[in-house]
T-cell receptor, first 114, second 112 residues
């Protein structure tokens, strides 16, 4: 089957705008994770879902960031009032269940805030 | 706090030689250590992993070793090939959580 997909692949926006980034996990995977990767750095954990609920959102940097997964499949990461420092690649990963060892990553969405 | 240090940041080897990347973690409660390979424009891909109750694991040309006492783990690639060129990340998962803490990455270049 298909792997994790993310849309859009690239997003350019202006400072202060609102953006939504979408993640389609592997079919049947109940756990979904969001990471942020800045240039030259490793992925940094933001939030993960087990089913529809956010089980750990300790990595969200501030209240401008929010994520939802209303039906336990597709997830949307929402960023309000974007800032230039939000520019990064946003990676989504999924696993069969939380605690399952292998997290499968998508290709990421490159967000650029001008 | 939770932290994973990774060295070196860049590594160049001749084709056929071995490459070693080392990581250190801070929390002794860590129980799972995956290694990911990331090619340009792609997401990270798992290449090998090791659990805290195992000292070494091997898969063809790739091996990982874990020293729990020293809180070190290392990736070993033997007989390197040009297609091994990529950025490699180590990570640690802490007991009681399901998030990964990643190292800063190693850019490996295999010279033909």
């Amino acid at each position: 089957g298909a792997g994790v997909s993310q849309t859009p692949s690239n997003k350019v926006t202006e400072k202060g705008k609102y953006v939504e980034l979408r993640c389609d996990p592997i079919s049947g995977h109940t756990a979904l994770y969001w990471y942020r990767q800045s240039l030259g750095q490793g992925p940094e954990f933001l939030i993960y879902f087990q089913g529809t609920g956010a089980a750990d959102d300790s990595g969200l940097p501030n209240d401008r960031f929010f994520a939802v997964r209303p039906e336990g499949s597709v997830s949307t990461l929402k960023i309000q009032r974007t800032e230039r420092g939000d520019s990064a690649v946003y990676l989504c990963a999924s696993s069969l269940k939380a605690g399952d060892n292998e997290q499968f990553f998508g290709p990421g969405t490159r967000l650029t805030v001008l | 706090g939770e932290n994973v240090e990774q060295h070196p940041s860049t590594l160049s080897v001749q084709e056929g030689d071995s490459a070693v990347i080392k990581c250190t973690y801070s929390d002794s409660a860590s129980n799972y250590f995956p290694w990911y390979k990331q090619e340009l424009g792609k997401g990270p891909q798992l290449i090998i992993d090791i659990r805290s109750n195992v000292g070494e694991k091997k898969d063809q040309r790739i091996a990982v070793t874990l020293n729990k006492t020293a809180k070190h783990f290392s990736l070993h690639i033997t007989e390197t090939q040009p297609e091994d060129s990529a950025v490699y990340f180590c990570a640690a998962r802490y007991s009681g959580t399901y998030k990964y803490i990643f190292g800063t990455g190693t850019r490996l270049k295999v010279l033909a």
